[in-house]
């Protein structure tokens, strides 16, 4: 069975930063693409980033493209989202998800397996 956990979240003022990380137990993360997602307060879950199994691929939405970094640390069995310049639209439960296979894909339906979600909040 693949547990994925999510910590990290918090709150934060606008224009500032926040590391997330998402450790996975079980043997899929040296196997499976990465991914996070979040979902705001009354809005569907969207993408955010991706990352390929060897890391040298990712993937952004447009809304986290020079703003946040995605990296994993397979000895670690770690993935993180770097978040830089936070807005207030930000804010929203921030989920880590995980996909068996090779390509990266924004897609919701296509991954796997999901943690329960960090709450990120900023607000000043």
């Known amino acids: 069975q693949v547990q994925l956990v999510e910590s990290g979240g918090g709150l934060e003022q606008p224009g500032g930063s926040l590391r997330l990380s998402c450790a996975a137990s079980?043997?899929?993360?040296?196997?499976?693409?990465m991914g996070w997602f979040r979902q705001a307060p009354g809005k569907e879950r969207e993408f955010v980033a991706g990352?390929?199994?060897?890391?040298?691929?990712?993937n952004y939405a447009d809304s986290a493209k020079d703003r946040f970094t995605i990296s994993r640390d397979n000895a670690k069995n770690t993935v993180y989202l770097q978040m830089n310049s936070l807005k207030l639209e930000d804010t929203a439960v921030y989920y880590c998800?995980?996909?068996?296979?090779?390509?990266?894909?924004?897609?919701?339906?296509?991954?796997?397996?999901w943690g329960q979600g960090t709450q990120v909040t900023v607000s000043s």
């Open positions: 998800a995980a996909r068996r296979g090779t390509g990266l894909t924004p897609m919701e339906g296509e991954y796997e397996y």
């Open positions: 079980g043997r899929i993360f040296s196997s499976a693409i």
């Open positions: 990352i390929s199994i060897s890391g040298l691929r990712r």
